[in-house]
């Protein structure tokens, strides 16, 4: 399916963002792969758009979601999952398969593509610890089986060494021995401690590192930046590091913000926040 003037709004956890020129829902792979041979103009892949925000001005070129490549499967301690499978999804058909170590993903509300493009990570684990190899495709169509080391892994940051490749499929190696986390009380923590009623795109800045270790929230905190606004976009009263859409915010009121919270945090703190969230 092919639509013109898709507001990126419609698909990004912010409710925020301009519009996509051209947007793209492939069914399957093989017309993912006849679109892309034919395609000239830039392209911006879309998982669930929980970690993304479109400035005003839109994407001029087409965005293209993964949501139907969602085929998942088994065998032994090996799941095959297509990029578009939720991660919610993906940590429930590890516990119903007795397949443990992935539970983490359930607190993260993006896709298998997004999260392999993030390093998606929560309570100590990130994705990449589970990924075997990934299926990649290219700008004119043509698919590849990569492993991880084709990709350098960062924190919240992926970068591979074949560039202009997407992420279609991975395989992911679980374990039999017992589970790390109750996926019931790792929601719990979540919705103590985060926003979640409020759209929002979890943190917005990584965890500074350089000089040291700092959470981000704490720098935000200490700034006295808990519940400051610019338009609709807030900074969240119960997690400093998450911006919330409170009240119709547009994608430069948050970016606004993102600029005065990275601006004061520098002044009061020394610290620059470099941001999690993807900003197109
Ligand atoms: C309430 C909340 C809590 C969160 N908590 C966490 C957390 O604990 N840990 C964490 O790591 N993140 C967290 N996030 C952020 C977000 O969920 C993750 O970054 C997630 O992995 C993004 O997945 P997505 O499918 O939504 O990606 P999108 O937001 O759609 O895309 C993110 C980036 O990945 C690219 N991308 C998407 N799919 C592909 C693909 N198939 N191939 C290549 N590039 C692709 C996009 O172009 C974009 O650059 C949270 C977000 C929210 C809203």
Request: hydrophobic share 40%; glycine share 8%.
């Amino acid at each position: 399916m092919l639509k013109h003037n898709e507001p990126m709004s419609r698909h990004c956890s912010l409710r925020a963002g301009g519009l996509a020129q051209d947007f793209f829902l492939p069914d399957t792979l093989k017309q993912l792969q006849k679109f892309l041979q034919s395609n000239q103009k830039p392209v911006l892949i879309l998982g669930l758009g929980s970690n993304l925000l479109v400035r005003e001005r839109g994407f001029s070129g087409v965005v293209i979601k993964l949501k139907q490549l969602n085929q998942l499967s088994q065998n032994a301690l090996v799941v095959t999952a297509g990029a578009g499978v939720t991660l919610a999804k993906l940590s429930r058909f590890c516990d119903a398969n007795s397949l443990n170590g992935g539970e983490f993903l359930s607190a993260i509300p993006g896709s298998v593509g997004g999260a392999l493009m993030m390093n998606g990570g929560a309570f100590g684990a990130e994705i990449w610890q589970f990924v075997q190899s990934v299926k990649t495709i290219n700008r004119s169509g043509a698919v590849f089986e990569r492993q991880p080391a084709d990709f350098e892994i960062g924190y919240r940051q992926v970068l591979a060494k074949h560039t202009e490749e997407y992420f279609i499929q991975a395989k992911f190696k679980f374990s039999a021995e017992q589970k790390l986390h109750n996926i019931k009380s790792l929601l719990a923590k979540r919705r103590k401690s985060q926003p979640t009623a409020a759209a929002n795109c979890g943190s917005v800045f990584k965890n500074p590192t350089n000089p040291k270790p700092y959470f981000a929230a704490k720098l935000i905190q200490k700034s006295q930046l808990k519940g400051v606004c610019v338009g609709g976009a807030c900074v969240s009263e119960k997690h400093a590091n998450f911006i919330i859409n409170q009240n119709n915010a547009t994608a430069s009121d948050i970016e606004k913000l993102i600029k005065l919270i990275q601006k004061k945090v520098k002044s009061d703190s020394g610290i620059s926040l470099e941001t999690e969230v993807v900003i197109v």
